[in-house]
């Protein structure tokens, strides 16, 4: 239920930039709209062009992904919107938060660059919470203390290192027994002491692409490069399992997204 209005009308539903296009040319029938995004951009020089375009032939509104908030520079643009601020924030990973408040940042001020003063619109679900509410004020100080704290209590970076290993394979039983036996071999080869955190092992948070099923567990550490060497014989140890033998391994340190 909505907090403020009361309405029960919440439901999941796709916001996809076609679907945004569709709309504003029921609403803007006057108004000529061009499209950023990964159905647009395929060929080379696309993004250029698009942008040549947007600004040569004084197009009224320009429609993308994220991509568009990055180093656009136009005198003309005094107004962005932004539709379903909180998708980054839904994303599991420890710096959704910090990504979010940086990619409002970054887009907010893709408006009133020139002359003309600009206004930025954020639609969202949660406006209480920092990464979104703070960008109002562009109070990046407040923010940072908030989240650092957090990341204090929770031992996430810069506090830990983190070290995810994934498993990917055709049959998901095997898959998940590959995980739990890696982590059964790595905890008995460790021989180090030094504070680790295991979180898993789990499905990943895309269970499966491909007909590739994935799992993954996550390490947090003091000491990535000596927690590396066990789980580098931990898979050598899973190698040597004809069970095991289909199954892929991936060790990554301080993963970019854990998913």
């Known amino acids: 239920m909505c907090p403020k209005g009361g309405s029960n009308y919440i439901r999941y539903f796709g916001g996809g930039t076609q679907k945004v296009e569709d709309e504003l040319n029921r609403l803007f029938p006057n108004a000529t709209t061009i499209r950023m995004d990964m159905d647009t951009t395929g060929k080379k020089q696309s993004h250029e062009k698009i942008l040549q375009k947007f600004e040569k032939d004084k197009i009224d509104i320009l429609i993308g992904t994220q991509m568009v908030a990055k180093g656009l ?20 990973d420890y710096r959704s938060g910090e990504r979010t408040f940086a990619m409002l940042e970054q887009v907010s001020g893709r408006a009133g660059r020139g002359s003309k003063e600009g206004r930025a619109v954020i639609q969202t679900y949660t406006p209480e919470h920092e990464a ?36 990917q394979g055709n049959v998901e039983n095997t898959v998940a027994k590959t995980a739990k036996y890696f982590l059964n071999t790595a905890e008995k080869t460790q021989n180090v002491s030094q504070k680790i955190q295991v979180l898993g092992p789990v499905p990943s948070y895309i269970s499966k692409i491909k007909n590739k099923y994935r799992w993954q567990i996550i390490f947090k550490c003091e000491d990535d490069d000596n927690l590396g060497e066990i789980l580098s014989q931990a898979e050598m140890t899973c190698r040597k399992n004809k069970e095991f033998s289909d199954v892929a391994i991936i060790i990554d340190k301080s993963p970019g997204m854990i998913n």
């Open 73 to 92: 520079d136009f005198e003309n643009v005094t107004l962005v919107g932004v539709i379903t601020a909180d998708t980054m924030l839904n994303i599991n």
């Open 132 to 167: 979104v509410s703070l960008v109002k004020s562009h109070n990046y100080r407040t923010f940072y203390d908030k989240e650092i704290a957090k990341r204090k209590l929770m031992w996430y970076p810069p506090f830990c290192k983190i070290v995810s290993v994934h498993f």
